[in-house]
């Protein structure tokens, strides 16, 4: 089983950029494929980005052109790089783990999730 750990979150300025982190450990092979999604308070969860084994990656209509994924295979991390806030991304993001998923941004598909990390865009 593999444990994931998200942070980075916190407030910004309309405007601003956020990196957020996803620390893999335990059984890391579970976290072949990765993924992020977010959350806001009475909305369906949303998939954002995800990265496969091979290194794609894919991207939700909202992520495309703001957002990257990326990850560091050494020492088992996700990223998300967040540029040009919004008050619309204010969510809790979480990362998301499998050793292997069709899709990417289907969240039905991952079976390991971390707590998430709320972030709050708001001047």
């Known amino acids: 089983q593999v444990q994931l750990a998200e942070s980075g979150g916190g407030s910004v300025q309309p405007g601003g950029s956020v990196r957020l982190s996803c620390k893999a450990s335990?059984?890391?092979?579970?976290?072949?494929?990765m993924a992020w999604f977010r959350q806001a308070p009475g909305k369906e969860r949303e998939g954002i980005a995800a990265i496969s084994a091979d290194g794609r990656t894919s991207y939700g209509d909202s992520a495309k052109g703001r957002f990257t994924i990326s990850q560091d295979n050494a020492n088992n991390t996700l990223y998300l790089q967040m540029d040009s806030l919004q008050p619309e991304d204010t969510a809790m993001y979480y990362c998301?783990?499998?050793?292997?998923?069709?899709?990417?941004?289907?969240?039905?598909?991952?079976?390991?999730w971390g707590q998430g990390t709320q972030v709050t865009v708001s001047s």
């Open positions: 335990g059984n890391t092979y579970s976290a072949n494929c």
């Open positions: 998301a783990s499998d050793i292997w998923v069709a899709g990417g941004l289907d969240a039905s598909e991952y079976m390991y």
